[in-house]
């Protein structure tokens, strides 16, 4: 069902810099004039404000208080937005109250400031914030009465998403199809889609495309790996390498000769046991290699991971420097900019009418006193232009300070915590080191294994029974 909302009065008391103010519409349509920074936008909060605990720009964490000269909130006043609206004809008034709150401890005789408190009422009636807010809400949502209100709030402070269900909800909706038969262009979406809609496609793209993106950074990573345990053939002499190819493939060639010989004799059992142990001499020596090249390799890859894992955190804890480093002088330049604005704010606080000319600059003569009192007051409405403008300048530069200062405090823990663990992978690194040179002498040498020894006497032995 339709509601009759009006505004009947609306009234500021010490709200952001208005001492009191009372706007009458009785009911009415009403247009507020005035020049810039003269309180019109002040208007606009209060009423957001009092309904919905933010300003016009959709913010929570504006200054509510009226800031004195030096830019500080002045305490030991109440800061009260009130409005009366007609409903269907029938008045309701709301009303909100900031207060500082004061306690005097056990013991002392003064009081301290401990924080501030808000009083909520309907129609006078003291009531809590849930049943305030849901006052509010069965006048009006807050949605709906920002997209009646402020031109700026569709298009800026609503997410899209929002904005789209808006759209939707007031023209109807549109299905992934009814696009698809509008642009021919687009009807192979249909077999891709295959009855998912377009945000689900999305989503599956978009998490099969975060895996893909996550293998793409780790093979940088097992690339390094493998080339790290590849072994250097830098220092190999090829012409040497080419000499020993050619004395293996002669080896090879007299090898299959005899092999043929033997074949040919079936009555050479010598021969034949020469080949069988030759066989097994060279298994023996392949696990024998390969054994070795396990247990040194795994001592090596834990070494090369570990000494890549030291380079990553040398790596972070290098950039982190360079960021304390250009963080350092920012905030410096910060309040640098912070005290000249207070400097600033001062001088033009103290800049009074009387320092500017009040004789006309053509004939010399004393202004009328009208046109003098006009001059005043729009010398006053220029000084407090200014005045808000410094402070809205020192309160985002506040707000930039205490941001890159928490960002600098984060920085530093995190050098800290770099800085230990790089001395722990360091240590760890040096551990991995003697265990990987420690693992390539571990390994007892060939000729200490029987089986070996006993197939190598068995050879000597026949080759010196068919040479006799």
Known sequence: MTKNIRLAELHLSNFKGVKSFTLETGGESAKVYGDNATGKTTLFDAFMWLLFDKD??????????????????????????????????????????????WTKKRGSATQVFSGHTTDYYVNDVPVKKKEFAEKVNEIISEDIFKLI??????????????RLAVLMEIGGAVTDEDVIKKNSSLSDLS?????????????????????????????????????????????????QLKEDLKALQTSIDHLEKEARSIRADAGADRKKRVLQLEGDLQQIMN?????????????????????????????????????????????SQIDKERFELREEWSKKYEESFDDHQKDCPTCGQALPEEKIQAAIEKFNLQKSASLERIADKGKQLGIEYDNKQNELYEVDEQIQKLNLEERFKASNLEKLKENMEQAETSIAPLSDNPMYLAKVEELEKINNEIQS
């Open 56 to 101: 016009s720009q959709n913010k929570k964490d504006f200054e509510v208080k009226t800031l004195s000269k030096d830019n500080k909130a002045v305490s030991g006043i109440d800061h009260e937005v009130s409005a009366v609206l007609q409903i269907d004809g029938k008045s309701v008034e709301l009303k909100k109250v900031y207060s500082e709150k």
């Open 149 to 162: 209100t402020s031109p700026s709030y569709f298009n800026e402070q609503m997410k899209w998403q929002d």
């Open 191 to 239: 077999s891709i889609l295959d009855e998912r809609s377009f945000d689900e496609q999305k989503r599956i793209l978009a998490e099969k495309r975060k895996k893909i993106t996550k293998l793409l950074e780790q093979y940088p990573v097992r690339i390094d790996e493998i080339n790290r345990s590849i072994e250097d053939v830098t220092d190999i002499d090829q012409e």
């Open 287 to 331: 696990e024998y290699d390969s054994k070795r090249f396990q247990v040194v390799n795994e001592k090596k890859e834990a070494y090369y991971k570990a000494k890549n894992d030291l380079s990553q955190i040398q790596n972070d804890l290098s950039n982190l420097i360079t960021k304390k480093e250009h963080l350092t002088p920012f905030l």
